[in-house]
């Protein structure tokens, strides 16, 4: 029997029961139960409570069945909920590749019936220097071959297929910040596709996002990977069986309908391909994937190559697999070409795909395409390259830097060196052509044998500073004759430079290190003072950016002699005239990872780049053409900025209105750019202007709310005593307190709740999250529209039953902080919600009738009761009748009522509370008063069918029959009787209610 200790998990809306139970003949089986105790699917385990994959697939698709259909991603999630409870119980699934058949299942490449166990590690044994590793998760897997160095590796494509339809998407470093957002983001997507529907993903990465479809070839950057996929199928005219079975080692046979054909797999084991392929590559793949019908091989790359390489390698290894007589699907050449996702299902053998193999194996792209790795790499004399921000190095200077460097030059300090100096001509903004130059010429005067070790570490610090890129690249080509190499650990780690430098040189024995790093600035023009000449026009005293950038427009102009000017000095005078003429305010947002630097447009912060790029397309400065130029400006201007941290924007204790900040602590009503531009700072501005003078009036108690709009509209729509708890309630939105409170505003349809709650949220919107009470209570990713908000207000219909109240209790202040999911990125913690109000037509159903949980949301509740007065139509105007200012002083005046009342918000007691929410809108009451008594037991079924006849006399619609189980246990214990059928105790049927 089934352990029912705990909650059952659930799937598609319906709960299973599922664990190892004996099965009758001395055996163990995995067994799976549906609430009531009816059985779902039972297979057999082997020795030593393994689970055959097929039969684990076998019981997600009846769990599936049994819910009604379910998308992948339930189907996945399922999948590891087998696999936990097998775990937790001893048990564990084998692995297809690393399994013997059965000895009722013949091995179909010809072996004959084996023993179930083990292949012997000798079987799958790399070639020499790699080693064979456990397979990995979808997301390791996803994680390792989409992780690249180069910078053309932005966008990550996946795409689901369904009956010739293809629905991509495009998951971009730009967007999601790091790539392990970007896994979580596609395999969330991935995890979308329905039964039926085929999961791809793009192998390669994309240089940029596709402006329509999976993207093309021409959008590929940059290559670490070639693949292979291995088809075993053909075109039969009858099966010999339907469906799919599974032999030793991974071998494989399936027939399955296409249409109108029918197909046959025969699959070998894989250890014969590996063996095939380990005889003409002299490796095996970095990874083995199990299709769900062929192979998929992966082969990692010694290093990256762009695009055209790829091509070339992979027609090379396609024609090294063909001499082995293993035939790859032509098409895998396309450089953009799609696979499936590991962890998705093939729905044409309903088998999940799933890593199989892996090992350390690589190869190397020169000595696939039979390539020498020196061939054409002798350099002529370098020229110096020209153009861009960079300072040109001359022959002299070359020369000169790889004497005062070479007697550092030793075996054990030669990398840092090369890093260094490196790290010194990208902080000085040297050509990398000549930095590269430097270093080529001490590896020429020291015989060193590995020069593009050396090459690579002055490359990978000029990809850290953000200096390098594929034009970059050509231009050292032109310049050195040599092909850089590509860099290795981009963004990774800060450059190093002259102070780093010359540690190198004193650990090396070199004398007077310092003099020689010295002796570098003599390579280099000094640059101009950094304190720009200000226009003779008085600067603007408006606190705004488009004022700043007008009188920028109109006055600003670089000196006569700044032609001969390099773009550091440019920008250096441009960031400087921004600050200190302009007085154009910057402030840097700053996290464990990067800073990001913004304006300051009165109090709201906006994107720095807007201000610069307009800063120089000004007639002044546009003139001087320099794609570097808003890099190095931005650069600038983020050493002088003042510093934030990520909570500081957004002060709760102030509201940013189009008048100025107002203080909500005070209601004083200060204007941009006041307290010498300190802040506060905020990311948004309120779309109203208040009036001072009647500000003045509501802190006063001067101000007549009968004439307000809001009074004039909806006063009618209440008695006096939910007008009291209505006034109270919105108070709290503009309250510099965290009151914890949750409103329900209850009343018929089209009476005027909607209108009313859009009304007053319009001064206020860049506040107020408009989160659907359902999604907030029970998505992962339903608190995301609340980042950045402090008060929710939903204005239709609120979710109808309320099953979490732990979790609404958290979000509304029973801690300080909530943490919130965000698809694809990283989970941010935010401070737990002010206050909201849900606008309903019925009380919403609670799950919870007793305890410290219910009685904390009770304490946090007001219910509200609105009504429609005589004559009452409702106007879709209604809301444009009410200007925002009037909206605002109406939320500032009902803020100054609770003030005065202590901040004691008024509402019911608890006990009206009560009734309110489990009298009046529990679905079953009616149901309960007739037909019910609380005392005795009664089996579940016979309680339903009289709740079915009760409802059919009423003409009151039933709910389904686990819904009303799940009613019911809120008043009686639910138990499994010993014959296994379920029975409430504690209440039973009236006798004698023969309506029932």
Not at 235 to 259: H, I, S, T
Not at 458 to 467: E, I
Not at 860 to 874: D, H, K, V, Y
Not at 901 to 909: F, M, V
């Amino acid at each position: 029997m089934i352990d029912r200790a705990g909650e059952p998990p659930e799937f598609g809306g319906v709960r299973f029961w599922m664990g190892v139970v004996d099965d009758g003949n001395g055996g163990r089986a995995f067994r799976v139960e549906r609430e009531d105790g009816s059985l779902v699917v039972e297979r057999p385990l082997g020795p030593g409570m393994t689970l055959r994959p097929s039969d684990r697939d076998a019981i997600v698709d009846e769990i599936a069945r049994a819910a009604g259909g379910l998308p992948q991603g339930e189907m996945l999630r399922a999948m590891h909920a087998v696999e936990k409870v097998l775990a937790d119980a001893g048990g564990r699934v084998e692995l297809p590749a690393l399994e013997r058949g059965a000895p009722d299942a013949p091995d179909r490449a010809g072996a004959g019936r084996r023993d179930r166990g083990r292949i012997p590690a000798s079987e799958f044994e790399p070639a020499p220097g790699a080693s064979v590793r456990a397979p990995p998760s979808p997301g390791e897997f996803l994680r390792d071959v989409w992780s690249y160095s180069s910078v053309a590796a932005r966008c990550f494509v996946v795409s689901i297929h369904s009956e010739g339809r293809w629905a991509p998407r495009a998951f971009c470093l730009d967007e999601y910040g790091t790539l392990d957002a970007v896994v979580a983001a596609a395999l969330e997507y991935a995890g979308s596709a329905r039964p039926g529907e085929n999961a791809y993903f793009t192998v390669l990465p994309l240089a940029r996002k596709p402006e329509r479809g999976r993207g093309t070839s021409a959008d590929v950057g940059a290559a670490r990977w070639l693949f292979a996929d291995l088809d075993y199928k053909e075109e039969v005219p009858a099966p010999e069986f339907e469906g799919c079975r599974e032999g030793g080692g991974g071998a494989l046979e399936c027939y399955y309908r296409d249409g109108d054909r029918w197909i046959h797999v025969k699959r070998p084991p894989l250890r014969e391909v590996l063996g095939a392929i380990a005889g003409v590559l002299g490796a095996r793949p970095t990874y083995a994937v199990d299709s769900g019908s062929g192979y998929h091989l992966y082969f990692r790359l010694t290093g990256e190559v762009s695009g055209d390489e790829f091509v070339r390698a992979e027609l090379a290894l396609a024609g090294r697999l063909e001499a082995a007589g293993i035939r790859p699907d032509p098409q895998v050449k396309d450089a953009a070409r799609v696979l499936r996702l590991p962890g998705s299902t093939n729905p044409r053998t309903n088998r999940i795909c799933r890593v199989i193999y892996q090992s350390d194996a690589a190869l190397d792209p020169d000595a696939l395409t039979r390539r020498e790795p020196g061939a054409g790499t002798s350099a002529p004399v370098p020229r110096p390259a020209t153009g861009g921000p960079f300072i040109t190095l001359e022959p002299e200077d070359v020369a000169r830097a790889a004497s005062l460097l070479l007697p550092g030059f030793t075996p054990d300090h030669k990398h840092m060196i090369a890093l260094c100096f490196g790290g010194w001509g990208a902080h000085r903004l040297v050509h990398p052509a000549g930095a590269l130059a430097v270093v080529k010429r001490l590896v020429e005067l020291s015989g060193d044998h590995e020069p593009m070790d050396r090459y690579r570490a002055v490359v990978d610090s000029y990809a850290r500073a953000g200096l390098w890129s594929e034009e970059v690249a050509k231009e050292v080509e032109a310049a050195l004759g040599i092909r850089p190499p590509r860099p290795s650990n981009y963004g990774n780690t800060e450059v190093c430079g002259a102070p780093r430098l010359q540690e190198e040189l004193e650990k090396a024995g070199v004398q007077d290190a310092a003099r020689i790093v010295e002796g570098f600035e003599a390579l280099v023009a000094p640059l101009p003072p950094r304190t720009a000449r200000a226009p003779e026009a008085p600067p603007p005293e408006s606190p705004y950016i488009r004022d700043a950038l007008d009188w920028w427009g109109e006055n600003f102009s670089l000196p006569a002699d700044a032609e001969r000017w390099r773009a550091a000095q440019v920008a250096s005078y441009v960031a400087d005239a921004l600050v200190g003429a302009a007085h154009v305010r910057f402030v840097k947002i700053c996290t464990d990872k990067k800073c990001e630097l913004y304006a300051v447009d009165g109090a709201r912060l906006v994107d720095a780049d807007i201000v610069i790029e307009e800063a120089l397309a000004a007639p002044g400065v546009r003139e001087y053409q320099s794609v570097h130029l808003p890099t190095i400006v931005r650069r600038d201007l983020s050493r002088a900025a003042r510093a934030l941290s990520a909570e500081d924007p957004n002060p709760p204790w102030a509201l940013n209105t189009l008048a100025g900040v107002l203080d909500l602590r005070t209601l004083e009503l200060r204007p941009h750019g006041g307290g010498g531009g300190q802040g506060p700072y905020f990311t948004y501005v309120a779309p109203v202007r208040p009036d001072p003078v009647v500000i003045k009036a509501i802190v006063d108690g001067a101000y007549d709310i009968t004439g307000n709009a809001v009074y004039r509209l909806w006063r009618g729509h209440f008695d006096d005593e939910n007008w009291r708890y209505f006034v109270s309630s919105v108070g709290t939105w503009l309250s510099p307190r965290n009151h914890r409170h949750l409103a329900f505003l209850v009343g018929d349809t089209k009476i005027g709740k909607t209108s009313l709650l859009s009304a007053l949220c319009a001064p206020i919107e860049p506040i107020v999250s408009h989160a659907d009470l359902g999604e907030m209570m029970g998505y992962t990713f339903g608190k995301e529209s609340l980042l950045g908000r402090r008060i929710v207000v939903q204005d239709e219909n609120a979710a109808s039953v309320l099953r979490d109240l732990a979790r609404l209790n958290k979000i509304f202040g029973e801690r300080g902080k909530i943490e919130v999911y965000r698809k694809g990125r990283e989970p941010l913690p935010m401070p737990a919600l002010r206050a909201a109000m849900f606008s309903m037509n019925d009380m919403p159903l609670i799950k919870e009738m007793r305890g410290s949980t219910l009685a904390a949301f009770l304490d946090r509740l007001s219910i509200i009761q609105m009504r429609a007065p005589e004559g009452f139509e409702p106007k879709p105007e209604l809301v444009d009748a009410v200007t925002p200012e009037e909206a605002l002083y109406f939320l500032l005046w009902a803020r100054r009522e609770l003030e005065k009342n202590g901040w004691q918000i008024e509402k019911r007691g608890e006990e009206e509370l009560r009734g309110l929410v489990f009298e009046k809108s529990w679905v079953l009451s009616g149901f309960w008063s007739d037909c019910v008594e609380e005392s005795g037991e009664v089996r579940a079924g016979d309680l339903y069918t009289a709740y079915q006849r009760w409802a059919q006399r009423h003409g009151v619609a039933a709910v389904g029959r686990n819904a009303f189980y799940d009613l019911v246990a809120q008043k009686a214990a639910r138990v499994l009787d010993r014959d296994k059928s379920l029975k409430f105790v504690g209440v039973r049927l009236r006798p004698g209610a023969g309506e029932c």
